[in-house]
């Protein structure tokens, strides 16, 4: 069993940023995968970036060049790096884990883009 706890979440004016963390109950390079995902009103969860136990990230067309994840092992926590905001960011962002054969979320953080 993982949990994850999100934090970091809030309200930004477009171009504003934010750093998202999700702390992990087990070592984040025990996990196959790491990744952040995000669920907008009437929309499907949708893949923002991820992470693999080697290092490797990969990222939405929509947000390559404004968004950053990264980890800390020493404190099992994922990051996700926003900046550059906009008004079509807003959302619940969800910190997923892969780990063995299972898939484990956080409860959600809300993001919302506004002026």
Known sequence: ?????????????????????????????SM?????YRQAPGNPRELVASITRGGSS?????????????????KNTVYLQMNSLKPEDTAVYYCNARFSINEFWGQGTQVTVSS
């Open 58 to 74: 990969d990222y939405a067309d929509s947000v390559k060049g404004r968004f950053t994840i990264s980890r800390d092992n020493a």
């Open 32 to 36: 196959n995968a790491m990744g952040w």
């Open 1 to 29: 069993q993982v949990q994850l706890v999100e934090s970091g979440g809030g309200l930004v004016q477009p171009g504003g940023s934010l750093r998202l963390s999700c702390a992990a109950s087990r070592r984040v390079l």
